[in-house]
């Protein structure tokens, strides 16, 4: 008993451990590619971007093939299609993301979709159908963002301004967003809380040239 205990070859923990790392660091991994893809292009890194985004819907894509594709398998896939423009593959792997398991996420990233394809109906659809589940969620400012835009473009100002103050309470940090309420309210003829909006972008990104002129005419009309 003692030689055959003696003649296997255990490894130490260390070594355990060291190979168990090993193995999950060397897994592809869509998430993290896709975030890597997403810093480079707000970094303004457009190409490098593109090869993090490829890498991501590659493995997406082998895991739908592979069937061992999760729910985070298609929320990835969908974010990483809307980051490369390619609106309708969004809508078509997020609806059959949405046949597996229910996602807001993807919802959201639909919403988006549907704006850039210029379906406000399904896009604020989508929207709302968001924030009703998750009033105060992750991606609930882009949500009422978004629900702000469709009715700016729709010329309902005054909708359009509840939806983008709604935005900024969430997420007060966006020069264009406020700059974005500013121009609602401004086109309603609330100069007052246009100038206020306009400022608050102004606070945040000095140089936004649109505000400023958005806050001239505030001024001046007002």
Avoid at 40 to 45: D, H, M, P, S
Avoid at 67 to 88: C, D, G, N, P
Avoid at 89 to 110: A, C, F, H, P, S
Avoid at 181 to 200: C, D, M, T, V
Wanted: glycine share 6%.
């Amino acid at each position: 008993m003692r030689n055959i205990i003696n003649s296997r070859k255990i490894l130490p923990p260390t070594l355990l451990l060291i190979g168990v790392l090993s193995f999950s660091q060397t897994r592809p991994d869509a998430l993290s590619n896709y975030r890597t893809g997403r810093d480079l292009e707000v970094q303004g890194r457009a190409e490098e971007a593109e090869n993090y985004y490829r890498e991501a819907v590659r493995i997406c894509f082998n895991e739908i093939n592979e069937k061992t594709a999760t729910i985070e398998t298609y929320s990835t896939l969908t974010a990483t299609l809307l980051r490369q423009k390619k609106y309708a593959d969004v809508i078509t792997w997020g609806d059959q993301g949405l046949k597996t398991q229910n996602d807001y996420r993807i919802v959201e990233t639909m919403g988006e979709a549907y704006f850039y394809l210029e379906n406000y109906t399904a896009s604020i659809r989508a929207m709302q159908r968001y924030v009703n589940a998750l009033p105060e969620g992750e991606r609930a400012g882009n949500a009422y963002f978004f629900i702000g835009e469709i009715y700016r473009l729709q010329k309902k100002f005054r909708h359009a301004d509840i939806a983008y103050t709604t935005a900024v309470k969430l997420q007060p940090s966006s020069a264009l967003w406020w700059y974005r309420l500013g121009i609602a309210r401004e086109s309603a003829g609330e100069l007052g809380p246009a100038r206020i909006a306009y400022e608050q972008a102004l606070k945040i990104n000095p140089n936004y040239t649109q505000a400023s002129e958005g806050l001239a005419r505030a001024r001046s009309s007002g």
